[in-house]
Structures are given as structure tokens and as C-alpha cells.
């Protein structure tokens, strides 16, 4: 009996499960635009346009191959609006009895699968590099489930910079050497661009016209959309970027919006490119001495560390993950966040960018959207949402954990042992934001202050019950606890007042 294989939009990948499960001569192929997709959050347009485009180019391309694949356009006539209703219609129409799927990454459409009137089954999706069943041994019976164990897990499994039995360098993690202030100068023009092909000009008329309200520009679009462009953009990256990656991870400058990161995590999570092949790439440029030990190692660790840690966390914490709330904050995502004006110029810069290119990188994700949210006390769901919406590379399974856990420590401390929250003395080191900014960061009280300054005391002070006694935080209370009296309580009334500010909508 004739089966239907469903490829979702982040499954475009020749080997995922289902399609090496399919019998070509007898199967045939489901794909989707559909509404619901692109409106459960309100995702950027650069976003859908890039996942509609490439799931058009790689519909072509496994018909090139002799697939039978039923393509559904977003404004056909017949489109059901929804994954299920797009296979029940697929269902009726072929006779089909049954439906292959690799399991999605997002609990919210795995449920609707299986609720589906419709006899599913679901194929682990094994593009990664632990399984599901390999995270829960690792994490049973752990008292901290901490990445770095994790990592070194999967370098022994994958032998990934491993000599001998032991680590190149005869260290794991080379992460000190990666902190460095922002260069003066970038040598780099940053992420290889492709011009817009008739289909990606076609899909991104359609998206222009069916999400006008959605939150980013559109103009501009020059992302890869197929695997022989994301190849090349792999490629691009390992030659030119990758030997200073390490160099300048967390350094941000307010004229460079890429530095020396790769962007290669919307094709990774695509499928366009696989997690191993990128990895042994980056491998052989330290090989072949074209790129350090310390970028290398340091871009491997995010890629089978940080990437593979969240998905595990995210499966194994289950589907009320992104309800979690353990600092109950409530405060609603200020307009700012949708490009309102801010006159904090590292925020206004990180939003700017993520509304036109639908990417920032990790540490403007981290310490300054992110920051900022969790040292305003911004709801961890609609912070949650907002990142889920605006970025280009947000799946469910990668963007919960980094923002519910490791950004908002909504998860009470799974991901993280502590909040990652700092004053603006982290943004100046390690940007040249505070040198255009309205505020001044040197200034820790006052009408010119720099607010991550006094919402960062405010913040611990919020929260002391909980994390003074953390050892990694200690000396952080202590030195309040040496601070004049009466410059603690001006800190604690200035911060009260910079946050009634940005609740009755003022411009901060
Ligand atoms: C609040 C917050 C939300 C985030 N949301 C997402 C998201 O929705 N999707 C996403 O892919 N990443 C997310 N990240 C992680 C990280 O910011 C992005 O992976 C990275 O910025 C992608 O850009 P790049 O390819 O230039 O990365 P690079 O800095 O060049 O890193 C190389 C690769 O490592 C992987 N990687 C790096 N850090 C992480 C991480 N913390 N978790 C998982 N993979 C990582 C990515 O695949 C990335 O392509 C988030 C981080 C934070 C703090
Ligand atoms: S002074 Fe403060 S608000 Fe302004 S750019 Fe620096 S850290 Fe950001």
C-alpha cells in the first residue's frame, strides 16, 4: 500500500529517517508551505522565506532523482492549512494508508502528529550526533548535567580532535584564550551572500504578501538555499573566517553585525548540511595549520557540545519546558524589543540587526537582548517567543533551551549554574557600543547611568535568597555589601524608577 513521507521544512536533508525508509517506486513524498506553520509565532519574513525557498529547491531536486512528491504552495487552493490537514487531503487523494515521518524537533507538532486521524509513525531523527536514549544515560543519576561533561562525551565518540585516546593539545576546552576585546579592525566581508534565484524571488512575493505585519525586513534576503550553496557558504567561512573565530567569539562592534562567526546554523538546522561534515572540515583547516587549535576547538564545541546539550535537554525536560518561570518574572517584553526607540545603544543596535538580517550572534543574543530581559524581569514565555519569531535559525528543540535555560535561568539552573546577567562593564570591554550611547556606562547612578548598571544590582538584590549563597556569585553580593549605604539605596531607587519608566512606555 502506497505511504506518504512527510519532509518538513527543517528536514531537508537526503539521508533524514523517513526518506531512507521510503520505497521510491511505491512512496510518495509530502511537503508543505503552510499557514500555521508560519503564524504560531509570528516568524520573521526573512525566516519563512528561507525555509519555503529551500524546501521548494530540494522538492525539485528529489523529483530530479525520481521521487513522487506532492508539493503544497502556501496559496494553493486546496493548501488545509496545517501539516495534519495538508496529509489528510495527501491521504484521500493517493489512497495512502500511512504516514512516515521523522520525529519533529518542537513537541508542539510531534502532538499534533500524533493526534492526527491518520496511522503515523514516528522515526527518530538521526541527523544528530547523540540519540535521545544516549542524553538520558548520560544525564541519569547526574547531579548537574553540565555541557563540558557532555562534550567531551561526544569527542571521545566522534574522535574529533583526539589523539591517542586524549584531547589535541592535551586540553578539552580552550575556551580562556576565545575572550578577547573588539578588534580595532576585521579582515573579513563577512558570510558569503547569494542573489535571489527566480524561486526564492517568487516565494519571497508570496511572503510579502501574505505576512505584511510580521516583524523584519525581507529586502536583502542573500541567504543560502540549497545544500550546494550552504557547501560553498561552509567552505567560505572554513577559508576566511574560522583561523579568527576563536579569537573574537564574543567581541561585538556596533559596524560589523558578523564578525568572524560563520551563519551556517540556519543550513545546519535546515538540514542542508550536516553537524559531522562541518566539524571535520573545521578539523582539517587546524590540520593542515590553517586555523588555530583555539578557533577550532572552540567552534567544534559549539556545534557537537552546545547543540547536541540543548536538544538533549530539551527532549528530555519534556513539553512544559517553555512554561518554566523559576525567577517569576513577569513583566511584559517592552515595545523596544519590536524596534520602538531605545536610547541604550547596544540594544537598539542588536534589535536593528535582528530586524534586518534575522540574525545576531551569540553574545548580542546573550548579553544584550537577553541581558536585559532578565535583569528587567521580562516574562521568560514571551521572551521565549520573541526569539523563537525573529531569528533565523530558531527551531524549538535549539532556541527554548538557550533562552528558557541558559539566557533567562527560567529553568532554575539546568543549563546554567548561573544567570548570565552582567553590568554594562561586560558590554564596554567587549564592544564599542557604549562609546556612541546616550548613557553613560561609566556612571553607576544618576540620569546618565548606563541601566544595565543599576539593573544589574537590582537584580541580584531581587533575587539574593536564591543565589547568594552560589559560589560562583559570591563575591558579587560581598562586593554590594561593601558599597556605601547611601549609594546602594540611590542604585535600588534609581533602577526602580528606570523600570516604572519602561512600564508606563517611556523611552529608556
Ligand atoms: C537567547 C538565545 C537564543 C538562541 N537561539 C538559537 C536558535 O534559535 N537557534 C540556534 O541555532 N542557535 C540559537 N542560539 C545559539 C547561538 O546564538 C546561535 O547558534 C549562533 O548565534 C548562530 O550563529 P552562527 O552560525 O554565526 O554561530 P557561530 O558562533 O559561528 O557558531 C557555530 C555554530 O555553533 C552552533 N552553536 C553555537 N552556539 C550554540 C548554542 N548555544 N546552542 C546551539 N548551537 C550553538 C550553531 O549551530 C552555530 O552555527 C541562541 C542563543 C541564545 C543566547
Ligand atoms: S552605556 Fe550601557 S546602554 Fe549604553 S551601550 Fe553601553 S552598556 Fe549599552
Not at 195 to 200: A, G, K, S
Not at 372 to 377: N, R, T, V
Not at 434 to 457: I, M, R
Request: hydrophobic share 40%; proline share 4%; aromatic share 12%.
Amino acid at each position: 500500500m502506497v505511504k506518504l513521507i512527510l519532509i518538513l521544512g527543517d528536514q531537508l536533508s537526503l539521508d533524514v529517517a523517513a526518506l531512507r525508509a521510503a520505497d521510491k517506486a511505491t512512496d510518495v513524498i509530502v511537503m508543505a508551505e503552510v499557514f500555521s506553520e508560519a503564524t504560531y509565532v509570528r516568524h520573521h519574513p526573512k525566516k519563512i522565506a528561507f525555509i519555503f525557498a529551500a524546501m521548494r529547491k530540494f522538492a525539485q531536486s528529489l523529483r530530479g532523482a525520481g521521487w513522487q512528491v506532492l508539493y503544497s504552495q502556501l496559496d494553493d487552493t486546496q493548501n488545509g492549512g496545517s501539516v495534519p490537514a495538508e496529509l489528510l487531503r495527501r491521504a484521500e487523494e493517493t489512497g495512502a494508508g500511512e504516514v512516515i515521518a521523522t520525529r519533529p524537533g518542537e513537541w508542539r507538532l510531534i502532538d499534533a502528529l500524533e493526534q492526527a486521524p491518520l496511522k503515523v509513525t514516528l522515526l527518530e531523527d538521526d541527523r544528530f550526533l547523540a540519540t535521545h536514549g544516549e542524553f538520558e544515560a548520560w544525564a541519569e543519576g547526574r547531579k548537574a548535567l553540565r555541557m563540558e561533561y557532555f562534550y567531551r562525551d561526544m569527542r571521545r565518540k566522534t574522535g574529533l580532535l583526539m589523539e591517542g585516546g586524549k584531547p589535541v593539545g592535551d586540553k578539552w576546552n580552550f575556551d580562556h584564550d576565545n575572550r578577547k576585546a573588539a578588534p580595532d579592525q576585521i579582515n573579513y566581508s563577512g558570510p558569503l551572500s547569494f542573489e535571489p534565484d527566480d524561486t526564492t524571488r517568487d516565494v519571497m512575493d508570496l511572503v510579502a504578501a501574505s505576512f505584511p505585519d510580521h516583524f523584519g525586513a525581507l529586502d536583502g534576503f542573500n541567504f543560502a538555499t540549497t545544500r550546494e550553496e550552504a557547501l560553498r557558504a561552509m567552505a567560505h567561512f572554513i577559508t576566511h573566517a574560522l583561523p579568527r573565530f576563536g579569537d573574537f567569539q564574543d567581541a561585538m562592534l556596533s559596524e560589523n553585525k558578523f564578525l568572524y562567526h560563520a551563519v551556517l546554523s540556519p543550513y545546519l538546522n535546515a538540514g542542508l548540511l550536516g553537524p559531522l561534515e562541518i566539524c571535520e572540515a573545521a578539523e582539517q583547516a587546524y590540520r593542515d595549520g590553517h586555523a588555530p587549535i583555539n578557533a577550532v576547538e572552540g567552534f567544534i564545541r559549539q556545534i557537537i557540545g552546545w547543540r547536541e546539550y540543548v536538544r538533549g535537554i530539551y527532549f528530555l525536560e519534556g513539553p512544559n519546558y517553555t512554561g518554566r518561570n523559576a525567577l517569576e518574572h513577569k513583566r511584559d517584553l517592552p515595545a523596544l524589543y519590536w524596534g520602538s526607540e531605545t536610547k541604550m545603544h547596544c540594544m537598539s543596535k542588536a534589535v536593528a540587526q535582528t530586524r534586518d538580517e534575522a540574525y545576531a550572534h551569540h553574545i548580542q543574543r546573550l548579553m544584550i537582548t537577553g541581558n536585559f530581559a532578565l535583569l528587567a524581569g521580562i516574562d521568560p514565555v514571551q521572551v521565549h517567543e520573541w526569539y523563537l519569531e525573529v531569528y533565523i535559525d530558531a527551531f524549538e528543540w535549539v532556541e527554548a533551551p538557550n533562552t528558557i535555560g541558559m539566557s533567562q535561568f527560567a529553568d532554575g539552573g539546568i543549563i546554567a549554574s548561573k544567570p548570565y546577567v552582567s553590568s554594562g562593564a561586560y558590554i564596554n570591554r567587549m564592544s564599542n557600543y557604549c562609546k556612541s550611547c546616550h548613557y553613560s556606562v561609566k556612571d553607576k547612578t544618576g540620569e546618565a547611568a548606563c541601566p544595565f548598571n543599576v539593573l544589574y544590582w537590582d537584580f541580584l538584590m531581587r533575587h539574593k535568597e536564591r543565589f547568594s549563597g552560589n559560589p560562583r556569585m559570591g563575591n558579587m553580593y560581598r562586593t554590594w555589601e561593601r558599597m556605601d549605604e547611601g549609594h546602594r539605596d540611590t542604585v535600588l531607587s534609581d533602577a526602580s524608577a528606570l523600570l516604572q519608566r519602561l512600564d508606563a512606555g517611556e523611552v529608556i
